[in-house]
């Protein structure tokens, strides 16, 4: 969830380091996977989505069953809309529409990005933006809206659709829930809001709820409170929503990052993160529905951390050099129809201090035992890796990205993509962002700032899988145009292994 102040239409500034590759060493650690050495290098295609002169961070991805080159992704916008942009492809990525002036969503926000045109939304700003495509082609985008400034401080998330691939949406978004006495915090220690909502659309022709839509939070309710894991879900396209379910109780309390993979039979693998209260992300969790959301398993532990990536300034910051907030960890679910198994993939911190990525599996019909789940493979490397997201493409092929250090010496971010043919075996890498910078001195607006940003690249990033390719979306820099260096971006890279 971002903090909103009203932005200016400023930028930001370009960093072209350059950075030799560096391959992962893999010493003798049995855990670790196998890595080509060498090979034929993958077809990489990178390009700026957002083109635009202010910030955009929290890029979500999401392909058309319907039209594989039908591609949409969306974002916090800190132009003056204040709410969610979005950008459409139906060219494979390789163009984008445009951010300004009037890509974002409407009925949201109270803003447009022309200061004298009012929006047509109830709230301040909106963001945290979940996409998916249905199987008919359906876009849909969830989003929570809030009043930061205006009493009583609404707090909502909604769902709103597109029938034509995601060029235009509606005006009349769908309320999935609200907080419950209308009274939002949005930050501080008595936070009330609901948090890193994510969406997932069956789109297995063989399940008994094929076209459910279900969205999943965590529903802050304030320090030293439970922050219980909610799903609410859909059955006739995103036209009402059911009353959420409450997946956590008791002792799992201070919860985050809640997200849903599919199985073919419609079987659905709630997972999420817990931490003591203070912390965040000491274990990973999984519950399980047989009945479309209706009623879920317990929750069990499948992960433990040893020490999670935890990138929020000023309270944690745990890898080397100065702070910003960007992607920490998460566990990242995807189902694997080959092999039949749930896999997921989170960062951990290892005891000598570096951020890795991690992938561990389960057999579909035993993700709720703990004692099913494969020991974690570890794809290190010569910096710190975290924001790892993960994607399954239909013939079971592994698809993996995260922001990678491990090009310059652990001083700038990059992009890794990793891929796995055999099951998550042995691990190809290559890296796709063209030039890496240093998010600590990039960021978005923020007028109580002393500098005028705050170091934010958001908190996730986004992977897709189709047949032969995966793409990804992910914040980056373009050049200054203002006087502060707040020209974030969405970057998209397609990746063909």
């Not at 189902?335 to 561990?360: C, E, I, M």
């Not at 993996?400 to 993509?417: C, H, I, K, P």
């Not at 500098?451 to 820099?477: C, E, K, Q």
Request: charged share 15%.
């Amino acid at each position: 969830m971002r903090n909103m102040l009203r932005p200016t239409l400023v930028g930001a500034l370009a960093v072209g380091i350059a950075a030799c590759a560096d391959d992962p060493r893999l010493g003798t650690d049995p855990l670790r996977p196998s890595f080509a050495a060498r090979g034929r290098a993958p077809s990489v295609f990178v390009v700026d989505v957002s083109r635009d002169t202010t910030a955009q961070n929290e890029t979500p991805v999401a392909a058309n069953p319907t039209n594989p080159d039908n591609l949409l992704t969306a974002a916090n916008d800190w132009n003056y809309n204040d709410g969610v942009a979005y950008n459409v492809s139906f060219d494979g990525g390789r163009t984008w529409s445009a951010t300004l002036p009037d890509g974002f969503i409407p009925g949201l926000t109270r803003y447009t990005n022309d200061a004298s045109t009012p929006g047509t939304g109830f709230y301040d700003a909106a963001g945290d933006p979940a996409v998916a495509y249905g199987p008919d082609g359906t876009a849909y985008l969830a989003a929570q809206a809030f009043n930061f400034f205006t009493p009583p401080y609404q707090i909502a998330l909604y769902v709103t659709r597109s029938s034509d691939g995601g060029s235009h949406w509606s005006a009349n978004p769908v309320q999935v829930s609200a907080w419950e006495n209308k009274i939002g915090k949005s930050k501080g220690s008595e936070g009330q809001f609901p948090d890193h909502e994510s969406m997932a659309v069956d789109n297995n022709r063989a399940s008994p709820f094929y076209g459910s839509v279900y969205v999943t939070w965590v529903q802050f309710n304030g320090f030293g409170t439970h922050s219980p894991v909610q799903v609410a879900h859909s059955r006739d396209g995103a036209g009402t929503f059911s009353t959420p379910v409450q997946v956590t109780k008791g002792p799992i309390r201070n919860n985050q990052d809640a997200r849903i993979a599919i199985g073919p039979d419609g079987t659905l693998y709630l997972t999420f993160d817990n931490g003591i209260q203070g912390g965040k992300g000491t274990a990973n969790y999984v519950s399980v529905s047989q009945d479309g959301g209706v009623t879920w398993t317990p929750p069990v532990i499948f992960s433990v951390y040893n020490n999670a990536v935890c990138l929020f300034p000023p309270f944690c910051f745990n890898i080397p050099g100065a702070p910003f907030r960007a992607p920490s960890s998460y566990p990242a679910p995807a189902f694997d129809p080959v092999r039949g198994r749930l896999l997921v993939a989170y960062t951990d911190v290892d005891a000598s201090g570096r951020a890795n990525a991690y992938v561990t599996w389960a057999p579909a019909a035993r993700a709720a035992d703990p004692a099913a789940w494969s020991t974690p493979v570890v794809l290190a490397g010569a910096g710190d890796r975290f924001g790892a997201e993960l994607s399954v493409a239909p013939g079971g092929r592994y698809d993996l990205m995260f922001d990678d250090r491990s090009y310059s010496g652990n001083a700038v971010v990059d992009v890794t993509y990793a891929t796995s043919g055999d099951g998550g075996a042995s691990w190809t890498e290559t890296r796709v962002s063209t030039a890496g910078f240093d998010p600590a001195h990039y960021g978005v607006p923020c007028g109580s700032c002393a500098t005028g940003i705050r170091p934010f690249i958001g908190d996730y990033n986004g992977i897709a899988s189709l047949s032969d390719h995966a793409v990804m979306t992910w914040t980056g820099v373009a050049p200054k145009t203002g006087a502060l260096n707040t020209n974030l971006e969405i970057f998209f890279g397609s990746v063909t292994p």
